[in-house]
Structure formats: C-alpha cells, structure tokens
C-alpha cells in the first residue's frame, strides 16, 4: 500500500508543474491585465501604468516571472491579490473550509440518495420504480444549476419561509471563525441557535450542488449493478439459498461500488466547478466565486495561486480514491 | 485560521458588539466585497461604500443627498484671493475611533491632514508604496500631484493647501473619498509593527462607524463609533451582508433578511414596489451614456453625418428596452440634476428622413460604420449589447450599415482611446464630485483627447469655455459658461447623448432617515430602523 502511494505521488509531481505552467500561460493569454481593470471609466495615464506594472514585475519577461513564482511557491509563497493586497493562501485557507463544507454536505446528500436510488432501480429494473428513478436522475442531470437555484430559494425560502435566502449563518451570530467550518464553529461558539441556523443555511445549496453528482452516482450504480447481478457468483450466491438482501447488499454491492467510487472521485472536480455558480446564488464566501472574481479582474497572483492550489486538493482526491480502490479491489492493491 | 480573523474576532468580543436582541441592527445588502480598506487605493463604489463613507471623514463633506460641499473635519476655510491658497481650520477634539489593534492617545490634527496628502502626493514618502502596486488613482486622475505644491500645517488646528493655479473644483475634490484623512498616529504604530499593509485591512478613522470586522465574500460589521464628532449615531451595528446576485439580494430583502440593497434588477423592481413591508426610493442618476464618433476620421469628422446619425437614434425605445423606462433620453453631456445643466437646448429630434437627407447632403448615403457594445452591464447602461442592436436597426432605415464590434472589457477600454479607432463608441460616466468640470473637460476636453475623450474631440471654442470656467472662482460666471459649452456641444454632437439612467433603492419601510445619493455612494450616517 505504501508504495502504491509512494508510485502515485511520483506521478502528481509532473502534474504539478503541469499545473503551474498552465495556470501562468492561460491568464496571460487573456487580453487585458489588472491594473487597467482597476481604473475602469477611469483612464489612468500609459506612464503611470507602466510605472505601476513595473511595480509589480509585469514588465519583465515572462520566463523570470515565472521562474519567481515558481521560487515563491516552492517556499509556499503564494504571492498577494494585486486588487485586495492580501496574501493568497490567507484568503485560500479562510475560504476552502466554506466549500469544504458545502461540498462534503452536496456529496453526503448524492450518496446516501445516489447510491440506494441506484441500487433499488438495478433490483427492480424495467418497473416503473426504475423509470421514476432515471427519469428524475436525467431532469437533475440536465438542471441549470442557476436557474434551479433561484427557483429553490424562490420558493423554499420566499413562498413558504422554511430556509433562510443565503449566507451560511443568520448575521444575528458572529463569533471568530476556529475551524472555517461553520457546522463546528457554530456548535464551538455555544451561542443558542447557531447551530441550527448553520444547517438551515447549508441544505439549499447542498441540495443545488448535489443534484448533478446524485443523478450520475444513481446511474452508475444502476448500470454498474446490472452488470454485477448477472455475473455467475451472484447466480451461485442465489442457488446457495442466501437471502436476496445478503446478496444484493454484500455479494453484488462491494464489486459494483469500484466504478462508482471512480465516479464519486470524478465528482471532486465537478463539486468545485459547480461551486462556482452555487455560491454566487447562495452568496456563499467559497474559494469558486473567489476564483471567478479574480479571473473577471485579471488578478494573476489570486487565479496562479488558486488554481495550483484547488489543483493540489483534485490530485489529493484522486489519491484518496487510488487508496480506496485498493481496500475494495485487492487485485489493484497487489498490482 | 488566520490570526487576522482570530484578531478581529477578539476585537469584536473586546468591543462588546451588542447581540442582536438588544441593539440596533442594520444590515444592507451589499454588491460585492470591497477591494480593499484605504479608499485612496481604489475607484470603485464599493469600496467607498465599506470605508470612505462608514470608517472616514473628509475636510468636507458633502451634503446629504446632495454635491453640495459642507464642512467635514474642516469646520471653516480660506481662499486667497488668486485661488491658489486654501487654509483649513481644523475642528477641534476630534475623536479617532477605539479598536481592539489601536487606542488612540491624541485627538485629530493637522499633521493627520498632511500624512493623509502626502502619502498620495510624494513618491518619495515612506507610505507611497506601503502595498505593492499602490497606484492611487484617484489622486493621480484629479491631477492632485501637479496640482498642488504643497500641504502644511500652520498649527495643530490649521493646515494650508498651496496650489499651483488656481482650481475652482478643488473644494469638491476634497469631498471625494480618496481625501479620506487616516490616523497618523495609527500608521506609525502599523510601521513599527511592520504591518503597514494592515492600513487596508483594518481601517480607522474619525467616521461615524467603527470598523469591527470582515469576512471576505460573506459580511462586513462595524459598530457606531461612540465618540464620533457629529453625535452617536442612532443604530447600533452596520452590517454588509455581501449578496452579489441581485435578484437573490431582492429576495433576502423580501424575507426580511437585509433591510437595504442596492442595484436591483429592472425587473424586480415593480415586484418589490408592490410588496407592502418596502419602500422603494429612486433618484436620477448622476450619470451619462453616450455614443462617442471618432471626429478625426472621415466621414465622422463632418459634423453633419454625426448629426443625421444622432436624429436617426429612437433614444425612447432604449429606454424603454434596456432600463425598462428607469431612465431618460439624454440631451447634453451632463445629467439634469447637475448645476449649470442648460435647460434651454433642445435634443436632436427623432426624424429618420431627415437624417437620411443630410447625410445625402454630406455624401454619406451608403455609409458603413462600426457601433461598439461594452461586453458589461454598467449603470448609466444595464445592456449595450441591446441598445447597439437598436441603434443598429434605426441606422439601417437611413440606409447606414452597422456592425457591432465588442472587446473584453480591459481591452474595449484601452482599444477605445485609440485616436485612428474604427468606429463609434458606447461608454457612460458617473459623476465623481457633483461639479460640472468632471464631465465636460475629463470626458471632452482638449487634454482628454486619446484618454477619456473618446470622441477624440478637440474643438477650441468649447475647450476655451471649460477651461476658462475651471480657474473661475464664482459659480455664476461658471454656469454660464458651462451652459455656453453645452451649446457649443450640441451644435458640434460629439457623441450621441443617449440616457441617463435612474436609480432605485429598495428598503425595509423600517428604515429612516436614508438620503440616496447623487453621486452613488451609500451613506448609513443619520439612518435609522424603527423595530
């Protein structure tokens, strides 16, 4: 197992520079650059400007900046927001624990409904149980995040009153952040209600960003069901006279959860892509709209920093699922 | 968990913010979160919003509600007689605000005035690139470091701004956010600590709320300063819950979540009239959209093709199109509500076959032209992309073809000042200051020309009026020849003058006490919310 780890770290670090490359490449290529974006309607003059690049070291040639950055990152030095002037990882580590939090809780709701949805539709294939189920999985597949969004807020929480609109906490609470997650804080805080309102706050928007990864985990688990359920140990399991549940819950469930748990890690990525809309909706402080925001102001240190580092958090994922693959498939352990 | 959060916190708990069941809590809605903390840094609205207007005073203020000038922590001033000297008489016992990272030990004074000044104005100074990349916009755009030659204190309660000519919008620059006056005292204790960019982070002033905290992206909270000079104010907490989708903003303001919000969509805006808990309060923005001709390139430097084009605009339908009515066609290069604006001008009237007649006259006939559409939504102009495809059609029935052209914005920017661009302009402008001067020579000025002057649009008679005004110290004899230049402008169409837009504020009918503001920033001093 250790070096199975050991082989896929090796691998990651070529990602990495990959990463870092791209990240540096890919905004420079986009027209414009911060200074100009800051001063807007307003014309700053072409000397001032160059004056102020140079500041910066945006007029030295690219290689050098790319190597300095590469320097700082090497240190863990981030650089600083060229709008806000504060430190990237500062802002990094105060915003990750807000998408943390709301993706686990996106995925916590895909699994547990994802996942017997899928199975209960295998079992029962061709019933209409099995019909509702992958119909309802392509509508929450097919869902515009934004606009389903809006249509939740504007009925759950504007027709009926049950969820507050946005944020992550009614702004009656205020305690200093500990943990950045605001279930724990909340509960830390041992103010009356906080807790409550933490996770009244969580469940539109996890319920919004979980919609898309429970329709693809329902799905794969069906098909990935379908296929186990007829292999010939199932049909053995079967004519041992083992009860249906054993079978289905243990006999075909353990070999059909290898593509799914591949799937469950595919959604990382699409957990923080889908972040990006949902917490603009919710107005949820998460490092999606931090990024989107630094990319719209061309804020190079912020969009280089972030990406490397949300990059770093994928690679870490699809690690953890390598790891796990190996604890459900041994042959992939000793391979 | 950084320790900055941990410090906040801590000053929060070491403040003793009221909880919620026994103050004051005003909570608006903001757009986005501020760039930063030291307005002199930025340009943007929100950013004055969070610490210009809430953490600092200026030597004067403007009115509430107004682009009058009234005296901030100046309570009086001098001018000399040839316009260049202006000596502030400081307000005495002046109260810096108590935080929980500074206790101050003296009360405001001169030198506060210089440091605040001299930091923008002198490369040289230990506080000029106290962040990297500070570029003080602002300061720099006023021409504030030609301008003045020097700032000096008199006596503790008196400073003295020497000019290099005279400026007759001096005063109303002073009243502008980057003219905020910061705490020396706070600043050298930053610079021993060697955490000057702390200065951007955690803001104190004079003003009349005391900065508590922020939480990137999610909320701002200060409390009212107990000491601040005009009296305390009536809430006791200011909250900025950061919301930056407006119809989500409405719908926090429906429920009850927020008690203000700025910049609804169009489209809420007759849902949430209708709701019986809001008000909803308009004003006529202090803002201009307009379609800037390059006059140094033919044909558009024959006034009478600009004229045909701008008789073959129906400015109506955009506004009713694009701002769904809250706006009104514009006639001149100033919004109605400015002083000077010239009542007597009356607008190019929609008349297709007499533009398609002149422009026969001007041999123009089958011209072929560009129309350029911001790729982003703005105040004075919430769609170009419509509003071109509008002008686009009303061009094509007098026989001109457009096509419409857009950039990203840093570079539909930067590509529209170019003197030989190819094409007409969209852009707008919102008032900085209230004074004429900062319409009509920023944006149609000789100087301008290849910067803000997209028209690239440099007529003698009109510039000799601006300039004339702008060293003239009596604001009749400005008036006057602001409403000559208004003339000269309209006879020459520069630009298709085409709106200015409106602006709604909708709130709780709770609130009191809430003066919207000319010049688009938003003010919390004297409000008030009945619970």
Same mark, same amino acid.
């Given at each position: 197992?250790?070096?199975?780890?050991?082989?896929?770290?090796?691998?990651?670090?070529?990602?990495?520079?990959?990463?870092?490359?791209?990240?540096?490449?890919?905004?420079?290529?986009?027209?414009?650059?911060?200074?100009?974006?800051?001063?807007?309607?307003?014309?700053?003059?072409?000397? @001032?400007?160059?004056?102020?690049?140079?500041?910066?070291?945006?007029? @030295?040639?690219?290689?050098?900046?790319?190597?300095?950055?590469?320097?700082?990152?090497?240190?863990?030095?981030?650089?600083?927001?060229?709008?806000?002037?504060?430190?990237?990882?500062?802002?990094?580590?105060?915003?990750?624990?807000?998408?943390?939090?709301?993706?686990?809780?996106?995925?916590?709701?895909?699994?547990?409904?994802?996942?017997?949805?899928?199975?209960?539709?295998?079992?029962? @294939?061709?019933?209409?149980?099995?019909?509702?189920?992958?119909?309802?999985?392509?509508?929450?597949?097919?869902?515009?995040?934004?606009?389903?969004?809006?249509?939740?807020?504007?009925?759950?929480?504007?027709?009926?009153?049950?969820?507050?609109?946005?944020?992550?906490?009614?702004?009656?609470?205020?305690?200093?952040?500990?943990?950045?997650?605001?279930?724990?804080?909340?509960?830390?805080?041992?103010?009356?209600?906080?807790?409550?309102?933490?996770?009244?706050?969580?469940?539109?928007?996890?319920?919004?960003?979980?919609?898309?990864?429970?329709?693809?985990?329902?799905?794969?688990?069906?098909?990935?069901?379908?296929?186990?359920?007829?292999?010939?140990?199932?049909?053995?399991?079967?004519?041992?006279?083992?009860?249906?549940?054993?079978?289905?819950?243990?006999?075909?469930? @353990?070999?059909?959860?290898?593509?799914?748990?591949?799937?469950?890690?595919?959604?990382?990525?699409?957990?923080?892509?889908?972040?990006?809309?949902?917490?603009?909706?919710?107005?949820?402080?998460?490092?999606?709209?931090?990024?989107?925001?630094?990319?719209?102001?061309?804020?190079?240190?912020?969009?280089?920093?972030?990406?490397?580092?949300?990059?770093?958090?994928?690679?870490?994922?699809?690690?953890?699922?390598?790891?796990?693959?190996?604890?459900?498939?041994?042959?992939?352990?000793?391979? | 968990?950084? =320790?900055?959060?941990?410090?906040?916190?801590?000053?929060?708990?070491?403040?003793?913010?009221?909880?919620?069941?026994?103050?004051?809590?005003?909570?608006?809605?903001?757009?986005?979160?501020?760039?930063?903390?030291?307005?002199?840094?930025?340009?943007?609205?929100?950013?004055?919003?969070?610490?210009?207007?809430?953490?600092?005073?200026?030597?004067?203020?403007?009115?509430?509600?107004?682009?009058?000038?009234?005296?901030?922590?100046?309570?009086?001033?001098?001018? !000399?007689?040839?316009?260049?000297?202006?000596?502030?008489?400081?307000?005495?016992?002046?109260?810096?605000?108590?935080?929980? $990272?500074?206790?101050?030990?003296?009360?405001?004074?001169?030198?506060?005035?210089?440091?605040?000044?001299?930091?923008?104005?002198?490369?040289?100074?230990?506080?000029?690139?106290?962040?990297?990349?500070?570029?003080?916009?602002?300061?720099?755009?006023?021409?504030?470091?030609?301008?003045?030659?020097?700032?000096?204190?008199?006596?503790?309660?008196?400073?003295?701004?020497?000019?290099?000519?005279?400026?007759?919008? $001096?005063?109303?620059?002073?009243?502008?956010?980057?003219?905020?006056? #910061? !705490?020396?005292?706070?600043?050298?204790?930053?610079?021993?600590?060697?955490?000057?960019? #702390?200065?951007? &982070?955690?803001?104190?002033?004079?003003?009349?709320?005391?900065?508590?905290?922020?939480?990137?992206?999610?909320?701002?909270?200060?409390?009212?300063?107990?000491?601040?000079?005009?009296?305390?104010?009536?809430?006791?907490?200011?909250?900025?819950?950061?919301?930056?989708?407006?119809?989500?903003?409405? &719908?926090?303001?429906?429920?009850?979540?927020?008690?203000?919000?700025?910049? +609804?969509?169009?489209?809420?805006?007759?849902?949430?009239?209708?709701?019986?808990?809001? /008000?909803?309060?308009?004003?006529?923005?202090?803002?201009?959209?307009?379609?800037?001709?390059?006059?140094?390139?033919?044909?558009?430097?024959?006034?009478?093709?600009?004229?045909?084009?701008?008789?073959?605009?129906?400015?109506?339908?955009?506004?009713?199109?694009?701002?769904?009515?809250?706006?009104?066609?514009?006639?001149?290069?100033?919004?109605?509500?400015?002083? !000077?604006?010239?009542?007597?001008?009356?607008?190019?009237?929609?008349? +297709?076959?007499?533009?398609?007649?002149?422009?026969?006259?001007?041999?123009?006939?089958?011209?072929?032209?560009?129309?350029?559409?911001?790729?982003?939504?703005? +105040?004075?102009?919430?769609?170009?992309?419509?509003?071109?495809?509008?002008? /686009?059609?009303?061009?094509?029935?007098?026989?001109?073809?457009?096509?419409?052209?857009?950039?990203?914005?840093?570079?539909?920017?930067?590509?529209?000042?170019?003197?030989?661009?190819?094409?007409?302009?969209?852009?707008?402008?919102?008032?900085?200051?209230?004074?004429?001067?900062?319409?009509?020579?920023?944006?149609?000025?000789?100087?301008?020309?290849?910067?803000?002057?997209?028209?690239?649009?440099?007529? &003698?008679?009109?510039?000799?009026?601006? !300039?004339?005004?702008?060293?003239?110290?009596?604001?009749?004899?400005?008036?006057?020849?602001?409403?000559?230049?208004?003339?000269?402008?309209?006879?020459?169409?520069?630009?298709?003058?085409?709106?200015?837009?409106?602006?709604?504020?909708?709130?709780?009918? =709770?609130?009191?006490?809430?003066? /919207?503001? +000319?010049?688009?920033?938003?003010?919390?001093?004297?409000?008030?919310?009945?619970?």
């Amino acid at each position: 197992m250790v070096r199975l780890i050991l082989a896929r770290l090796a691998v990651l670090i070529p990602t990495f520079v990959g990463v870092t490359i791209i990240a540096f490449a890919f905004i420079r290529l986009l027209p414009g650059d911060p200074i100009q974006l800051l001063s807007g309607e307003r014309v700053m003059s072409p000397e @001032r400007h160059a004056e102020v690049m140079h500041d910066l070291g945006y007029d @030295r040639p690219l290689i050098v900046q790319y190597g300095s950055y590469l320097g700082g990152l090497v240190t863990g030095d981030f650089g600083s927001s060229v709008v806000t002037k504060r430190p990237v990882l500062q802002d990094f580590l105060t915003l990750f624990p807000a998408t943390l939090e709301l993706s686990l809780a996106a995925m916590l709701i895909a699994v547990t409904i994802g996942i017997p949805a899928g199975v209960l539709a295998a079992v029962k @294939r061709g019933s209409i149980l099995d019909q509702a189920v992958m119909s309802v999985a392509l509508i929450g597949y097919s869902m515009p995040i934004f606009w389903w969004g809006l249509l939740l807020i504007i009925f759950f929480s504007g027709y009926l009153g049950w969820t507050p609109v946005s944020g992550r906490i009614s702004l009656v609470y205020f305690f200093p952040p500990v943990t950045g997650f605001m279930l724990i804080d909340s509960l830390l805080s041992g103010e009356k209600g906080a807790f409550a309102s933490a996770v009244s706050h969580l469940i539109l928007p996890a319920i919004v960003l979980g919609t898309i990864p429970l329709a693809v985990i329902a799905r794969q688990t069906r098909s990935a069901m379908l296929e186990v359920l007829g292999e010939d140990y199932v049909r053995t399991a079967r004519a041992k006279g083992l009860p249906p549940l054993l079978v289905v819950g243990v006999h075909a469930l @353990r070999n059909a959860m290898v593509p799914v748990v591949t799937t469950i890690g595919l959604q990382a990525g699409y957990l923080l892509a889908g972040a990006i809309l949902t917490e603009t909706i919710f107005s949820w402080p998460g490092i999606g709209k931090w990024m989107v925001d630094s990319v719209f102001k061309r804020d190079y240190p912020v969009i280089q920093g972030g990406l490397v580092l949300i990059a770093i958090t994928i690679m870490m994922v699809n690690l953890l699922v390598d790891v796990l693959y190996g604890l459900i498939n041994p042959r992939i352990r000793h391979g | 968990m950084n =320790k900055t959060a941990l410090l906040i916190g801590a000053a929060c708990l070491g403040l003793g913010l009221a909880t919620a069941a026994e103050a004051k809590n005003l909570i608006y809605c903001s757009e986005a979160s501020p760039e930063g903390f030291d307005p002199g840094l930025y340009t943007s609205g929100t950013t004055f919003d969070a610490a210009g207007r809430t953490v600092y005073n200026r030597l004067v203020e403007f009115k509430h509600g107004s682009t009058e000038i009234e005296p901030g922590l100046a309570a009086s001033w001098d001018v !000399s007689d040839d316009g260049t000297e202006y000596t502030f008489h400081l307000r005495p016992d002046v109260k810096f605000q108590t935080t929980d $990272f500074f206790t101050p030990t003296r009360t405001f004074t001169a030198d506060d005035v210089v440091f605040s000044f001299e930091r923008q104005l002198k490369a040289d100074n230990p506080w000029n690139k106290y962040v990297e990349g500070a570029a003080w916009e602002y300061s720099d755009g006023m021409g504030f470091p030609d301008l003045i030659k020097s700032v000096e204190k008199v006596d503790d309660l008196t400073v003295k701004f020497v000019l290099n000519r005279p400026e007759a919008p $001096f005063l109303a620059d002073l009243g502008m956010d980057f003219a905020s006056i #910061l !705490s020396k005292e706070y600043a050298d204790q930053l610079k021993a600590a060697g955490t000057p960019e #702390l200065m951007n &982070q955690q803001p104190l002033g004079t003003g009349p709320f005391t900065f508590v905290a922020y939480q990137p992206d999610a909320q701002i909270r200060y409390t009212a300063h107990p000491d601040y000079w005009a009296g305390k104010q009536p809430i006791d907490n200011l909250i900025f819950a950061i919301t930056t989708d407006a119809s989500v903003r409405a &719908q926090k303001l429906k429920a009850g979540e927020c008690h203000i919000m700025p910049y +609804p969509n169009a489209a809420d805006v007759a849902s949430l009239k209708e709701d019986p808990n809001l /008000q909803v309060l308009e004003q006529e923005g202090l803002n201009i959209a307009y379609l800037a001709y390059n006059t140094m390139q033919k044909p558009f430097d024959d006034v009478r093709v600009r004229k045909a084009l701008n008789m073959a605009i129906n400015k109506q339908a955009i506004v009713d199109a694009v701002f769904q009515g809250a706006a009104t066609p514009a006639i001149n290069p100033i919004p109605p509500t400015m002083w !000077s604006y010239n009542k007597d001008i009356a607008d190019d009237s929609y008349d +297709p076959e007499a533009a398609k007649k002149l422009l026969a006259d001007a041999g123009a006939a089958d011209l072929s032209m560009k129309i350029w559409a911001m790729p982003v939504s703005r +105040p004075y102009m919430l769609n170009a992309r419509r509003a071109a495809e509008l002008m /686009q059609a009303d061009f094509a029935a007098v026989g001109v073809t457009a096509e419409i052209v857009t950039y990203e914005w840093g570079e539909y920017l930067s590509r529209s000042k170019e003197t030989d661009r190819d094409g007409a302009v969209m852009l707008g402008w919102t008032g900085d200051n209230g004074d004429p001067d900062n319409f009509l020579d920023t944006l149609l000025g000789c100087d301008a020309v290849g910067g803000n002057n997209r028209a690239q649009w440099c007529n &003698q008679e009109f510039d000799d009026l601006v !300039s004339k005004a702008k060293v003239t110290s009596d604001q009749a004899e400005r008036t006057q020849l602001y409403e000559q230049a208004q003339v000269v402008f309209k006879r020459e169409a520069p630009w298709a003058t085409l709106d200015h837009s409106v602006q709604y504020m909708p709130m709780s009918k =709770k609130v009191t006490g809430f003066h /919207q503001d +000319p010049l688009g920033v938003h003010r919390f001093d004297g409000v008030d919310i009945a619970e």
